[in-house]
């Protein structure tokens, strides 16, 4: 319902919105606008008139022509936890959130961009949708294909988590593996939507409704911080675009006058996989990641092949805000999935877990320090990674054996 324009992130033309993926002057990446202002406090605050809850409260500020074309599942709304547990256990004096998106609907934060995505594919009059992953986003897409009665076709890399695989054909979309890396997969879905016209709604930055669907991850944050504006705030990184997508809606919060500043973004990566943080650290444009190393945080190893200009944009929104990227190695990573589920409670996968591991090496380089307040993404639930390691059942054979067993 909100009025919306195309603005090209390469040579800054705004364009009227319409089905397209890139710049047609200079092939750049897209980002939808909408205008929003003093008008606009109450919607952000309260929510509009057409839905109760969730991310489509703000149906209003988001470039949906018309609410019978919403595609939803109940996403958005996700819950953020004050945590004292991890703070107190690494000994920081600072004020710790965690924005469980790993509650969506399918599992991951994916289901925003995914809902956003599907329902301008149904306005547009699309009937089929494609898309590139790893598996969070093609279960998203799957599922809210599904719901909104279209054909869903997703291009995996071969080796996909088996359990994302499990839930993405469950739904009943179309998945086809690759023998080669997720670029690979990229190349394929983006030329199958060229050939067939489908619709393209892989989650790196070349669909510009996904980005923009983020948004509404910062007015959750502003409402449920009581107006607070965090000083940090920690988002695994792929391609970047859940990060643009937070820096669009705190825009959208100061453009409104509820906030007077922006919190610094951090993204961060896997070390075995970490074009956007190299490129960050050497000040340099990102280059496509050369080796092919497996990491427990799959869903962030993305190599950038053909798509590095993603991972240029995204640093210099960190830099736009004083922020940083950085990574973490494979210990790192497990350390923090292993912390969130026993000092926090909540089930993850690694790949979502690498924001509140993040805490502890940013308060490490004094880049956090006490006193301030620090707000993680956390993106995807434990029940994506199957891979991780059984432990052997206890088995009991009485009820003297239970005595025994838990006395001694």
Same mark, same amino acid.
């Given at each position: 319902?909100?009025d ?5 992130q390469?040579?800054c ?9 890139y ?5 750049? &990446? ?18 509009g008139?057409?839905?109760g809850?969730?991310?489509w409260?703000y149906?209003e500020?988001?470039?949906?022509d ?26 920081m004096d &600072?004020?710790l959130? &965690? ?9 991951s ?8 995505a =599907?329902?301008?594919?149904k ?20 599922? /809210?294909?599904a719901?909104?009665g279209?054909?869903?076709? !997703?291009i ?13 054909q469950a /739904? ?6 690759v023998?080669?890396n ?16 489908w619709?393209? $709604?892989a989650?790196?930055?070349i ?9 509404t $991850?910062a007015?959750?944050?502003h409402?449920q ?8 705030? =920690? =988002?695994p ?12 809606? /705190?825009q ?5 006058g ?5 919190p610094?973004?951090?993204g961060?990566?896997?070390? !075995?996989?970490e ?10 444009p !990102? ?12 869903g962030?190893?993305?190599p950038l092949?053909g798509?590095?200009?993603?991972g ?5 929104? @960190?830099?736009?805000?004083d922020?940083?990227m ?7 990573? +497990?350390?923090?999935?292993d912390?969130?589920?026993?000092? @926090?409670?909540?089930y993850?996968?690694p790949?979502? +877990? ?12 004094g880049?956090i ?12 639930h434990?029940f ?10 206890? !088995? ?6 239970a005595i025994d /067993?838990?006395?001694g």
């Open positions: 319902m909100a919306h324009i195309f603005h090209c390469g040579c033309r705004l364009l009227a919105a319409q089905q397209m993926y710049c047609p002057e200079c092939d750049g &990446i897209l980002q939808v606008e909408c205008r929003t202002g003093p008008q606009d406090k109450e919607l952000i605050e309260f929510g008139k057409y839905f809850s969730g991310m409260k149906f500020l988001l470039p949906i018309s609410a019978d074309n919403v595609v939803t599942l109940g996403e958005g709304g996700t819950p953020l936890l004050r945590d004292r547990s991890l703070s107190g256990h690494w000994k &600072i004020e959130h &965690i924005k469980a998106e790993s509650l969506n609907p399918t599992g934060f994916k289901d925003r961009p995914m809902s956003m =599907i329902s301008k594919a306005e547009y009059g699309q009937d089929t949708v494609v898309l590139s992953s790893t598996g969070n986003a093609a279960a998203s897409a799957a599922a /809210y294909a719901r909104g279209m054909r869903c076709v !997703v995996v890399p071969k080796n996909t988590d088996p359990g994302k695989l499990a839930q993405t /739904y009943g979309a179309e998945v086809v593996g023998d080669g997720l670029g690979m997969c990229s190349v394929i879905a983006q030329e199958l939507s060229r050939a067939f016209g619709t393209n $709604v989650t790196t930055f669909n510009p409704y996904t980005t923009v669907a983020n948004k $991850v007015y959750e944050l409402n911080m009581g107006g607070k504006v965090p000083d940090h705030i =920690i =988002i990184i792929g391609a970047g675009p859940l990060l643009a997508g937070i820096l669009k809606g /705190y959208d919060l100061t453009y409104a509820l906030v007077d500043r922006l610094k973004l951090v961060v990566q896997a070390r !075995v996989c074009p956007i943080t190299r490129a960050f650290v050497e000040n340099k !990102v280059r496509a990641w050369e080796k092919h190393e497996q990491s427990i945080a799959a962030i190893a993305d092949i798509y590095e200009r993603d240029d944009l995204t640093n210099k929104l @960190v830099r736009k805000t922020g940083v950085i990574s973490l190695d494979e210990n790192e990573i +497990a350390e923090a999935n912390l969130v589920e026993k000092k @926090v409670g909540l993850s996968e790949t979502g +877990a690498v924001a509140v591991g993040a805490v502890k090496k940013l308060y490490g380089s880049f320090k006490d006193g301030d307040c620090v707000a993680c993404l956390l993106t995807g434990g994506k990674y199957s891979a991780r390691a059984k432990r052997e059942l206890t !088995v009991l054979g009485s009820v003297g054996h /067993y838990f006395g």
